[in-house]
């Protein structure tokens, strides 16, 4: 890589930094640092450093002498911490405590202060473009060494921006952190699983690498559970090249996980006495919860098409965009917000499709090593997709589960469209690079106006 190039992409870095701040910060919320938080996580913090699993906030009696406190239309509004989880008289936390256990609890004990949870997010949201960035420019050098500075740029630009982290930075509050640490822990995991691939001396140490970030994804957002797939890839490559069981890698992945498993079993189980109970069952929403049909295959068509293909209105307000009108919504089908079809407002996530083809004319060992690391990118994919296609609502802040495996392998794609782009003659060789090109800068241009509409 020439200094010119590593040039431009710090600068580009730089500049996804500058706006992910910017976009954080013009959310409105004050980050009041140095102060106490008061947020969910901080209070979580405050109820563990007095011993409590539970968070350090007061109950109102007028709460706990409802006949159901958790049947919304008995609890007044305001009464309650919304959705935190009320159990024997005590909010807990619902959403995953990773963020807590990795970056914030670490953050008060070594300086004294509340961390505040803009910035957690930031942290995390930022720490995921590096790991994305970081995985595609290492696989670009190997495979790609050919490719130019432009493919480079743009396309680092794209992991920052059509990743779609500033639209969950535009609202940085307790809903937007789990799914942002999950978001970091699941791109350092294919960062991993990548150097595991192509590294025969330290492949276990990496490989144990994975299970641990993909442990803290399942930690942070307990969805995350579906993606464990994302190991079998490269592990099915081990065992067809070594033609018997990876028994030292299948056993460097499982124990971190098992152990993190276990852990938030326990968790569980000293919170509200089942291993299986995250707390949903006791989450004070706008919904009954217990009794909400959450996931339903028959909620899925409609998913597909808000999360894939509902496209932008134009608008005469800033900045000019709007969803697409709603179509009936299926029986039971919960809460929505303003949703983008990916595949209609970000062009360049149809690249994704030609990623496969990064494989063709490799030797035998490019070629399984490469497959077995795109298969595991498609697994988050696919499994992360899967489950929001069957949950009953559908929200911005759920794209950033998939979006960001998708661009990733759209990136890819890139990838192989410029390769075969040098074997054209000069006027095609132009159309193909015009269309990357513009796809790249339309889907990040898309993206900060999808987080300013927001």
């Known amino acids: 890589m020439k200094s010119f190039e590593r040039v431009l992409l710090l600068a580009v870095a730089l500049g996804v930094l500058v706006f992910d701040v910017w976009t954080v910060r013009s959310s409105g919320d004050r980050w009041n640092f140095g102060k106490k938080q008061n947020d969910y996580y901080n209070l979580l913090i405050a109820g563990w450093r007095d011993g409590e699993l539970a968070m350090k906030a007061e109950v109102p009696a007028a709460l706990l002498n409802l006949p159901d406190p958790y049947d919304p239309s008995q609890r007044p509004a305001g009464l309650a911490l919304h959705d935190a989880s009320l159990y024997r008289g005590k909010y807990y936390l619902y959403f995953g405590v990773a963020p807590v256990v990795v970056l914030m609890l670490p953050f008060r004990l070594l300086t004294g202060i509340d961390l505040p949870l803009a910035v957690a997010e930031i942290v995390f949201v930022y720490g995921a473009f590096l790991a994305s960035a970081a995985v595609w420019l290492r696989m670009r050098r190997k495979y790609f060494p050919d490719a130019g500075a432009a493919v480079s740029v743009l396309c680092v630009l794209a992991l920052g921006l059509a990743g779609l982290g500033p639209v969950l930075l535009r609202r940085p509050q307790m809903w937007e952190l789990p799914i942002g640490a999950g978001y970091c822990f699941a791109m350092l995991a294919l960062l991993v699983v990548f150097e595991s691939l192509h590294s025969a001396r330290r492949r276990a140490a990496w490989f144990a690498a994975a299970g641990l970030f993909l442990g803290l994804a399942i930690a942070s957002r307990p969805t995350y559970l579906v993606a464990t797939p994302l190991l ?223």
């Open 232 to 454: 079998l890839t490269p592990l099915a490559w081990w065992w067809r090249e070594q033609e018997r069981v990876p028994g030292r890698e299948v056993l460097a992945a499982a124990l971190p996980l098992a152990a993190i498993g276990a852990l938030m079993a326990l968790h569980n189980f000293l919170r509200f006495g089942d291993p299986l109970q995250f707390g949903q069952a006791y989450q004070l929403s706008l919904d009954y919860e217990s009794r909400m049909p959450h996931f339903r295959p028959g909620y899925a068509a409609f998913n597909a098409w808000r999360y894939f293909f509902s496209a932008a209105r134009w608008s005469e307000y800033f900045p000019f965009i709007s969803p697409a009108v709603l179509p009936e919504k299926p029986a039971g089908f919960g809460g929505h917000d303003d949703v983008y079809g990916v595949l209609t407002n970000l062009p360049l996530a149809w690249f994704a499709l030609a990623a496969p083809f990064a494989a063709w004319g490799r030797t035998r060992e490019e070629r399984g090593r490469l497959l077995a690391w795109l298969g595991a990118v498609a697994a988050l994919f696919f499994a992360m997709a899967g489950v929001l296609l069957c949950y009953f609502g559908s929200l911005a802040r759920y794209e950033l589960d998939f979006a960001p495996a998708l661009i990733l392998l759209a990136c890819i794609g890139v990838l192989v469209g410029e390769r075969a782009a040098k074997n054209l003659s000069r006027s095609p060789r132009a159309a193909v690079r015009t269309v990357w090109i513009g796809a790249a800068l339309a889907s990040a241009g898309f993206a900060v106006l999808f987080s300013l509409q927001l």
